[in-house]
């Protein structure tokens, strides 16, 4: 009975160790790991949106739009000395279908991201411990979901080789 | 055993952070529903579409036209005219009514909820007109035709004539939509009355769900 017992906790043991390797190496092929943005700041961080223009004589329109800066200050020390991907990612949340794109400094890349979806910023060697960059941010959501506010998230990836 | 918690130690410290990273933008509707009326002249300041707003002008326009005593009740429309100087939209510049022959009107309707909804724009109208020895002619005299510079397709403001001493709807503007037209205003000079000045004010009405 005694025997058994030990048994089963050098499974659980040998479960917990294999999991915690999957967890502590985030350099493993093909892993995907929420990136440490901590030190990110979004600049004016409410947002007003304002309608789109209409066109004139029956055309609609129903985007409303916002912008704001967003200091970018990743933490990549885990992967440092190695290769990887950076993405910047906007889940699927409410008020439904949104619509981000965003300039750069240069660090990373300029590009555009549905809800649900993720785009890649940067690809290459992880030489320094901390990427930073200034995203000029531009928001646009259908006009009418927006019936309030919403705290819209954002998160970086890293597919790291 | 101290060997099991240090394993679950490790992974509380590589699992935890996974998740937890994000920034945060609020965003909120900063007008969640706008309306815009505008006949004749109007309060807009610089142009919608490139970033012009809205404003009040208590400005009252004026259609008229002076029938001459010779055609008098001829039977033949007598084509009015506007104090309006305004032919521009406010929308973009773009010169889309004739002035002095057309008044413009338009304006829109924002909301921030789904569906279909309508705005529509009424008149009230006084019985008829008067000059100053109380003779009076039927507002039902006067009536417009509608259409503005490179339209094409249906008006959101259409013709239509005068029902005095009443309320009638004169025009609409769907959800989201910029609507507008030109229009033009004729007295039907089908009577014959009394020499004078004839006046009487209509007052259009925005009104939105």
Not at chain 1, 52 to 78: A, H, I, K, Y
């Amino acid at each position: 009975m005694r025997a058994r017992f030990g048994s089963a906790l050098r499974c659980l043991a040998c479960a917990g160790l294999a999991v915690a390797l999957v967890g502590a190496c985030p350099v493993a092929a093909a892993l995907t790991t929420a990136i440490d943005d901590s030190g990110t700041v979004v600049l004016s961080p409410s947002v007003p949106m304002r309608w789109q223009t209409l066109s004139p004589r029956r055309t609609t329109s129903e985007l409303m739009t916002g912008s704001t800066t967003v200091q970018v200050r990743l933490n990549v020390m885990p992967w440092l000395r190695r290769s990887g991907r950076i993405y910047l990612v906007l889940p699927a949340q409410q008020p439904g279908a949104i619509h981000a794109s965003w300039s750069t400094q240069g660090r990373l890349l300029p590009g555009a991201v549905s809800s649900g979806g993720r785009t890649l910023v940067y690809a290459g060697p992880i030489s320094v411990p901390f990427v930073v960059d200034v995203l000029q941010l531009a928001i646009s959501v259908d006009g009418r979901q927006m019936h309030q506010g919403y705290d819209l998230n954002f998160r970086f990836e890293m597919d790291a080789n | 055993m101290p060997m099991t918690r240090r394993i679950w130690s490790t992974l509380v410290l590589a699992a935890g952070p996974m998740a937890a990273w994000a920034f945060t933008v609020a965003i909120a509707p900063a007008s969640p529903q706008e309306v815009y009326l505008q006949v004749g002249v109007g309060g807009f300041v610089g142009n919608y579409n490139v970033g012009g707003t809205p404003g009040a002008n208590a400005t009252i326009n004026k259609a008229s036209v002076s029938v001459a005593a010779s055609a008098v009740g001829n039977g033949t429309a007598q084509a009015m005219t506007t104090d309006s100087s305004i032919g521009a939209s406010p929308y973009d510049g773009y010169i889309y009514c004739s002035t002095p022959a057309q008044m413009y009107i338009g304006g829109f309707y924002r909301k921030t909820t789904a569906g279909s909804n309508t705005a529509t724009v009424t008149a009230t109208v006084p019985a008829s007109l008067v000059n100053a020895s109380g003779d009076q002619i039927p507002f039902s005299r006067i009536s417009w035709t509608t259409g503005g510079n490179g339209d094409n397709g249906g008006e959101p403001f259409p013709a239509g004539t005068f029902v005095g001493g009443g309320v009638q709807t004169v025009g609409s503007m769907a959800q989201n939509q910029w609507a507008e037209s030109c229009w033009t205003f004729r007295y039907a000079n089908t009577t014959l009355p009394p020499q004078g000045t004839y006046t009487g004010r209509v007052l259009y009405t925005l009104s939105a769900p």
